[in-house]
């Protein structure tokens, strides 16, 4: 048995791995980080206030290149091209579009320097098709097209990516595996105080998060509600995060609104073991780990159909909404009005939910279809041809 058969080597390229671009930066550097790539190639975004990232960490080699905030990334290629031969791997892995980066890997795949594996991480989804329309038409002619057209095969997160990608008219393969998470090992049920009934919003700041809205269906039924607070993490759109502070002091919402910007460690697990509910009034996400979060918290969920969570209705561990302002005023009293008794075991099945997404389980499945890939095994029940 040869080495690819064994565990094929792959380079994960990618636009960022600063955790303030959002849910791929982490979920890419865990894949890797649990030994099912090895290799991380990076743009260096340093107009976000990123450092470069270059080094070794939980086993990973990365390797970051600067950009220039007003070309946007692109001299990104030409920084790389000229070591084309230092990352030829068997797997080739590319995480998100429309950015430099994909160009990147399909030169890689033209030279010969490995098969071409492209999750879209939700950027071909309807709803994130019609942001910046424009300049994405012109991508999309310029190199998006031909670069997914060349790919070997697709990965997605959910039945619902999928979809996408085949309406779009792409033949190749696509695995279909979640993303995972590192279980929390906490397994007592969770302490559920009387009281404050405490909502936790944690996300990139972003209009298709829907928070605004979320902040307004509060404000509509405030006298009917039970006492109530948020607590909102993350950052982002700056303007879009003013907006809405803005729209909780004109609404009088203020003081039951806290903003922590964005939070990891001690300080997130913090507002997960506080938090009643976990919301998140996403227009559209391709995934959304901050759900399995939750879940994992035992922290019932509210999302919307969105996402690809209706498991959350299937086994009672939350509500599955439709996205907007009208389904947001009739679902939060419903939600307000729930028991610690009714939330203590919504949380117990949540916590039961988030086990089948281990990274053990994730991990062997990339595994299965990096290896098919590469021309070995047969054919992963997981795997649409």
């Not at 980080?33 to 991380?40: L, T, Y």
């Not at 450092?51 to 290149?65: D, M, N, R, V």
């Not at 959304?288 to 879940?295: D, H, I, R, Y």
């Not at 994992?296 to 999302?303: E, I, L, R, S």
Request: glycine share 8%.
């Amino acid at each position: 048995m040869d080495q690819v058969e064994l565990n094929p080597t792959v380079l994960h390229v990618v636009p960022s791995v600063n955790s303030l671009t959002g849910g791929p930066s982490e979920s890419v550097t865990q894949l890797a980080s649990e030994n099912v790539g090895h290799r991380i190639l990076s743009q260096d975004n340093q107009w976000r206030g990123e450092i470069a990232h270059e080094g070794k960490w939980a086993g990973i080699t990365a390797k970051g290149y600067p950009s220039l905030r007003k070309l946007r990334g692109f001299d990104f290629p030409f920084s790389v091209t000229k070591n084309f031969p230092e990352f030829a791997s068997d797997i080739i892995h590319s995480h998100g579009l429309w950015m430099a980066h994909s160009i990147i890997a399909d030169g890689l795949r033209a030279k010969g320097n490995g098969l071409h594996v492209v999750s879209p991480r939700g950027m071909l989804e309807a709803y994130s098709l019609k942001r910046s329309a424009l300049q994405k038409r012109v991508v999309w002619k310029c190199f998006q097209q031909r670069v997914l057209s060349n790919a070997n095969a697709f990965h997605a997160t959910s039945e619902t990516e999928a979809d996408n990608i085949r309406r779009l008219g792409f033949p190749q393969p696509i695995g279909i595996i979640p993303n995972g998470i590192v279980l929390s090992g906490n397994t007592a049920s969770k302490k559920r105080h009387e009281g404050t009934f405490r909502l936790f919003f944690m996300s990139r700041i972003d209009k298709k998060k829907g928070l605004l809205e979320l902040i307004e269906s509060l404000a509509d039924q405030t006298e009917d509600l039970p006492d109530w607070s948020l607590s909102i993490a993350g950052k982002g759109d700056d303007d879009y995060e003013q907006l809405c502070r803005d729209k909780a002091q004109q609404v009088g919402l203020k003081d039951r609104i806290s903003w922590h910007g964005h939070v990891s460690g001690e300080a997130k697990e913090a507002l997960f073991q506080k938090a009643d509910v976990f919301v998140l009034p996403t227009y559209s996400e391709n995934f959304g780990n901050v759900v399995l979060e939750a879940l994992d918290h035992q922290v019932p969920v509210m999302t919307t159909t969105g996402t690809p969570w209706e498991v959350l209705e299937q086994e009672n561990c939350g509500w599955y909404i439709e996205p907007g302002l009208g389904s947001l005023r009739q679902a939060m009293p419903r939600v307000l009005a729930t028991s610690r008794e009714e939330l203590r075991e919504m949380g117990v099945r949540g916590k039961e939910v988030a086990k089948d997404y281990s990274w053990e389980s994730v991990r062997s499945k990339f595994l299965q279809f990096y290896r098919w890939i590469c021309g070995h095994g047969e054919v992963p029940s997981f795997v649409r041809i």
